[in-house]
């Protein structure tokens, strides 16, 4: 059974920058693809990011898609989110998510999901 723990959340002010790790255990890290989704309260789940299990393709949802980097690093079995220039708006819990091979938006695709780290940015 596949665990992931998410870390790196905080309180950033307003154009300040914070890097979220999710680590993966009890699994082949390699084969699964991986994603962050968020959720704020009142607000359904939103998809952040994706990554391809083997690292070469990557995805970003609209509102961070320049401002955030997702990476991996699969001897570590470790997931990354660089997210700069952070607004009050992407205050959220942060959640990563993993599904072997498939590599989707969709957080229905997912099967194995972190217990969330919480990202608050101040103005």
């Known amino acids: 059974q596949v665990q992931l723990v998410e870390s790196g959340g905080g309180l950033v002010q307003a154009g300040g920058s914070l890097r979220l790790s999710c680590t993966a255990s009890?699994?082949?890290?390699?084969?699964?693809?991986t994603a962050w989704f968020r959720q704020a309260p009142g607000k359904e789940r939103e998809f952040v990011a994706r990554?391809?299990?083997?690292?070469?393709?990557?995805y970003y949802g609209d509102s961070v898609r320049g401002r955030f980097d997702i990476s991996r690093d699969n001897a570590k079995s470790t997931m990354f989110l660089q997210m700069n220039d952070l607004k009050p708006g992407d205050t959220a819990v942060y959640y990563c998510?993993?599904?072997?091979?498939?590599?989707?938006?969709?957080?229905?695709?997912?099967?194995?999901w972190g217990q969330g780290t919480q990202v608050t940015v101040s103005s």
């Open positions: 990554i391809t299990w083997e690292g070469t393709n990557t």
């Open positions: 998510a993993a599904e072997r091979f498939r590599s989707t938006t969709l957080d229905s695709d997912y099967t194995y």
């Open positions: 009890g699994g082949t890290f390699s084969i699964l693809s």
